[in-house]
């Protein structure tokens, strides 16, 4: 038989143990809220800095912004014939995590869930990517995606697994 569940939760605690109280709450979590409010305080700064790097208008559009175009030159400081290669960040997304392309077992489907990501001692991460457009002289602007690496994502962010998104842009 199934334990009777409470309208709402309590969120006092006291320095007793309440260990009846604490296995109750493990084997039936609350559906409302979290039984742990101090808890969830404790760990929001962190959610809100991850939520402030990947959001429009956040801190990696800026960075994007304030990287701007860079221009090389080759050849000796006085020759005339200088190429000038000019690169610039246009956009990063970082994509939802997936199965390695090394495992070979699972070709269909590679998405990946932090709870499988636990059961193989594996972090939640997702490929980062950004395109480059790169110009020689002044012939036209040409793309490249390159990718960046591996971006930890963290759980109870505002763009978590329950995104319809495949990825998430940042910048132009």
């Given amino acids: 038989m199934a334990a009777p569940r409470e309208k709402n939760t309590k969120t006092h605690w006291t320095a007793d143990f309440d260990t009846l109280r604490r296995e ?12 742990y409010p ?9 959610i809100d800095s991850f939520n402030a790097l990947l959001e429009k208008n956040g801190l990696l559009e800026h960075a994007i912004r304030d990287i701007g175009t860079k221009v090389f030159l080759d050849g000796e400081s006085g020759d005339p ?4 290669l000019s690169v610039r960040l246009k956009e ?4 939802k995590p997936q199965i390695p392309t090394t495992n070979k077992f ?3 489907n590679r998405e ?6 636990r059961e193989r001692n594996a972090t939640y991460r997702g490929k980062m990517r950004a395109r480059l457009e790169y110009r020689v002289n002044k012939d036209p602007w040409q793309g490249v995606v390159r990718e960046l ?18 990825r998430w842009h940042v910048g132009s």
């Fill in 92 to 95: 990063v997304f970082v994509e």
């Fill in 38 to 46: 101090a808890l969830h305080a404790a760990i929001q700064p962190q």
């Fill in 149 to 166: 690496g591996q971006l930890p994502i963290m759980l109870k962010v505002s763009r978590d697994r329950c995104s319809e998104d495949h």
């Fill in 112 to 117: 990946i869930f932090p709870a499988e990501c």
């Fill in 106 to 108: 699972s070709t269909r």
């Fill in 81 to 84: 014939s200088r190429n000038q």
């Fill in 24 to 35: 109750k709450l493990f084997r039936h979590p609350p559906k409302d809220h979290s039984a």
